[in-house]
């Protein structure tokens, strides 16, 4: 126990030292996010059991997916820290266990999991006691699937076969969890189904009412679960190799066709820009075609759209992947190094986009003007706010060849990466918007406003972001270097009043519900018919009312977004009277 003991004594000390500033503020605003969530998934065990069966599967799906999409999750103590103690691996994996127990998550899930107590307490003492043991082991399963799932995901991204599939499955996953009124609808599920008590996340609940094996079976996952874990451990020192064999040179004779030379060099041989192709591409399609399963293809044409949004989300901390680079950049002021980006983004991008839209579209039959405008819109509008969002909003990242055993690492600071995804997304999707709302409206007129739009956001985005990397250089180089941002170039939250933290808080945290699901996923519904899309609120009302609510919530989306930037925007410093 001494092990486990000291990891988990370090993990605290690391937590009381780091959660400080901003970083205290964001884990205060998730962990009274966790609170409210695991209350109401306690509460479940009042209303009935079914429920809180369901309540507990999606904890156990955030637990094994959520570190998954977030870069790895928490690596506060690392495998390699401790390569040079010589502790054999189920010893290393049970200190590590004992670690990922010191945190606000794990406490928030053990709120979550008093659910069981609730459930015990309706049927009898005996019961409420078994709850205490289940509680814990159920905690234990949770940490140990998340370690797990990192860990396969870290050894499938050494191999670009391996990148790719894991893209696919991740992508599949997450539009699957988007889609889920689909496939409730279509097979008529009304309650919690039977299968979501013999999961993992259910065994627990089953041993408070009586199925005492599942205590047993509990305990013995975890035992499994550690020696799974313990086994790949011993396999993460390693490093991605790929061979380089049979590859033809990829040359140029300007300064921008070498950079493009360098991305596409760049875009087949990194395995996490594999593995984000991969999954924004299966996001795209499988988010598109699950609606088939009810007899609907209205989505399928906009297969290569979501794509595109989404492959521009996973590109916009584009510099900051790149690490310390940067000075080669600077060394070469001759080399368009924005434009060459552009281009092979469009490349790369364009060259998926194009035929999967079309493909998509000439199977449903249409609807083509609108199609065929987003397609110039969107490319052009990510190909130009992918390199200016990069560099004015840079997320520090690990350099490709620090990234130790684990791929998806490609930064410390996840709610940073986060929150950029998400300013990409609605970025590009409002860079689409003037060309489907003329295509809607005035048909085959939308075509030559998308690709206005799409050329003037290539154009114009790109230069801004050539003039910001040109001026700011040095600037972002220390920051990629240090991991900090010059003082004077950021508005530091803890500077902010509370009315502004509270304005920022909602804004980021909340903008994201109105402008996506009910907003412009509600007005993709409306504008092809579809009714009664689960919680789409647009969708059960008349025309034009539908159409004013879609809307509406777009505004309002936009409107919280544009307040929380609006009060973290920069500020001149008041003059300094000198002493």
Not at 13 to 19: D, E, G, K, L, W
Request: some cysteine; hydrophobic content about 55%.
């Amino acid at each position: 126990m001494a092990v486990e003991l000291t990891m988990a004594q370090m993990k605290l000390a690391v937590m009381r030292h780091s959660y400080r500033g901003q970083r205290a503020q964001t884990a205060g605003t998730g962990a009274v996010i966790g609170v409210v969530l695991a209350a109401g998934t306690a509460y479940l065990g009042y209303l009935g059991p079914d429920f809180l069966a369901a309540g507990l599967a999606v904890w156990m799906l955030g637990w094994m997916l959520g570190p998954v999409f977030m870069g790895g999750g928490d690596e506060t103590l690392r495998p390699e820290y401790f390569a040079m103690l010589g502790l054999p691996p189920r010893r290393l994996a049970a200190g590590l266990l004992a670690a990922s127990f010191v945190g606000v998550a794990p406490l928030v899930t053990l709120g979550a999991l008093a659910g069981l107590i609730v459930a015990g307490t309706r049927l009898g003492v005996v019961n409420t006691l078994i709850a205490v043991p289940a509680m814990l082991l159920q905690l234990a399963v949770f940490v140990l699937l998340s370690k797990v799932s990192v860990a396969l995901v870290g050894i499938a991204l050494r191999s670009r076969i391996g990148a790719i599939a894991a893209g696919v499955v991740n992508g599949v996953i997450l539009s699957s969890l988007g889609q889920i009124w689909v496939f409730m609808v279509a097979f008529g599920v009304a309650g919690t189904p039977r299968a979501v008590w013999f999961l993992p996340s259910g065994w627990g609940l089953l041993a408070v009412r009586g199925e005492w094996w599942a205590l047993a079976a509990l305990a013995a996952l975890v035992l499994l679960l550690l020696a799974l874990w313990a086994a790949l451990l011993g396999r993460r020192a390693g490093r991605p190799r790929v061979s380089g064999r049979g590859r033809r040179p990829i040359t140029a004779s300007t300064p921008a066709g070498a950079v493009v030379a360098k991305e596409m060099r760049t875009w087949s041989r990194d395995l996490v820009r594999n593995h984000q192709l991969a999954f924004a591409l299966a996001y795209g399609v499988w988010f598109a075609a699950s609606p088939l399963v009810i007899g609907w293809n209205g989505m399928l044409p906009y297969a290569g759209p979501i794509f595109i949004v989404m492959a521009a989300g996973m590109a916009s901390n584009l510099y900051g992947t790149d690490g310390t680079a940067l000075w080669l950049t600077m060394l070469s002021p001759g080399a368009t190094d924005v434009r060459g980006r552009q281009l092979a983004w469009i490349a790369t991008q364009g060259a998926i986009a194009v035929p999967l839209t079309v493909i998509c579209t000439a199977f449903v039959g249409g609807p083509w003007p609108l199609v065929l405008a987003l397609l110039p819109a969107l490319l052009g509008g990510a190909a130009g706010l992918v390199p200016l969002v990069s560099v004015y909003a840079l997320v520090p990242g690990t350099d490709p060849h620090k990234r130790a055993g684990n791929p998806l690492r490609t930064s410390e600071d996840d709610g940073g990466l986060t929150g950029l995804a998400y300013l990409m997304l609605a970025l590009v999707l409002i860079s689409g918007a003037p060309a489907a709302l003329v295509a809607i409206y005035f048909g085959w007129a939308g075509l030559p406003v998308g690709l206005l739009t799409g050329a003037l956001c290539y154009w114009l985005f790109g230069r801004l972001a050539e003039r910001r990397l040109l001026t700011h250089g040095p600037e972002l180089l220390d920051t990629m270097r240090t991991g900090r941002k010059a003082s004077s170039r950021i508005v530091r939250y803890e500077n902010l009043s509370n009315v502004q933290k509270n304005i920022a808080g909602i804004g980021f945290g909340l903008g994201a519900i109105p402008l996506f699901p009910q907003g412009i996923v509600a007005l993709l519904f409306v504008t092809n018919g579809k009714t009664d899309a689960s919680w789409f609120l647009a969708t059960y009302l008349p025309a034009p009312w539908n159409y004013a609510v879609a809307i509406g919530f777009i505004l309002l989306g936009l409107a919280l977004y544009g307040s929380a930037l609006w009060v973290v925007r920069k500020r001149p410093e008041p003059d300094r009277i000198p002493a």
